[in-house]
């Protein structure tokens, strides 16, 4: 009716980084500020392992190694989860694409869907100093709120701020070993994604190596302009 290039769909963000970057912390902030879904490969990857699927047996070993889980099996459960319900109000993916080819059929997907990808925003780190953000993360395994031993303490030693939980869990593979795996396929095979999305004028790069709440407020910033 109003003939508008891109009628109003769900807007898709995407968080773009090297582990312990922020991506997880940030797309969780977007999620409360602005209700969209985070959508990250890594938590779905750890679903399926801990589910004992088929696609988490394949994956359980490479994950561990620090190497990238195949296309294949990413898309699966990317798409799959991305045509769930809560998902039409816009997401934030963190953690994928992480290869050309999964950007590639990103595109694809979302052409079917009529959507587009509002934006990519790059978190820029000192790649060097990720060692240390991953060496001190934790997690709160009842409700999902990220922590860090000496960046992001809890209030009280051991509880989690937001729901009060004491089951704190440490990834498996946030040791000093596979986190240089880890960058390396970061460097490897994901920062060609950058100029993938700069070539598309979706690129929007933030210094990530700040305040975490100044951080938030950057890229707040960025989502409500392309996201009206
Ligand atoms: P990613 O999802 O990119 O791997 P996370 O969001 O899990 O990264 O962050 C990695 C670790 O660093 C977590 O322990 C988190 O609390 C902490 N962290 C996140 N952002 C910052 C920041 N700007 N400064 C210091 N530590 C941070
Ligand atoms: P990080 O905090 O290091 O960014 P994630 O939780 O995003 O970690 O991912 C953990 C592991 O899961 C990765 O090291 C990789 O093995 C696998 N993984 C997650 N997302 C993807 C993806 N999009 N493509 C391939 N492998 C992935
Ligand atoms: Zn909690």
């Given at each position: ?36 879904v985070q959508l990250s490969t890594?938590d779905l990857l750890?679903a399926a ?25 990413v898309l699966q459960i990317l798409s799959d989860r991305l045509a769930e319900e809560d998902c039409?109000?816009?997401v934030?993916l963190d953690?994928f ?12 997907l ?119």
């Amino acid at each position: 009716m109003d003939g508008s290039k891109h009628p109003e769909t769900a807007p898709v963000l995407i968080l773009l980084g090297p582990p312990g970057a922020g991506k997880g912390t940030q797309a969780r902030m977007l999620q409360e500020q602005f209700g969209f879904v985070q959508l990250s490969t890594g938590d779905l990857l750890r679903a399926a392992v801990a589910a004992g699927t088929q696609a988490g047996e394949t994956a359980k070993t490479v994950m561990s190694s620090g190497g990238l889980v195949s296309d294949e099996i990413v898309l699966q459960i990317l798409s799959d989860r991305l045509a769930e319900e809560d998902c039409a109000g816009g997401v934030v993916l963190d953690g994928f694409p992480r290869t050309t080819g999964q950007a590639e059929a990103l595109d694809t997907l979302l052409e079917t869907s009529g959507q587009r990808i509002n934006a990519a925003i790059a978190l820029e780190v000192d790649n060097v100093k990720m060692v240390l953000r991953i060496a001190g993360r934790f997690t709160c395994g009842d409700c999902g709120e990220g922590y860090h031993d000496n960046f992001k303490p809890t209030r009280v030693d051991g509880v989690c701020d937001g729901c009060g939980s004491t089951n704190m869990t440490r990834r498996a593979d946030d040791n000093a070993q596979t986190v240089m795996s880890r960058l390396d396929a970061y460097q490897e095979q994901t920062e060609p994604l950058i100029a993938y999305y700069d070539a598309k004028a979706s690129l929007q790069r933030v210094d990530a190596m700040g305040d975490i709440e100044a951080i938030g407020q950057k890229i707040a910033q960025i989502v409500s302009k392309v996201t009206v």
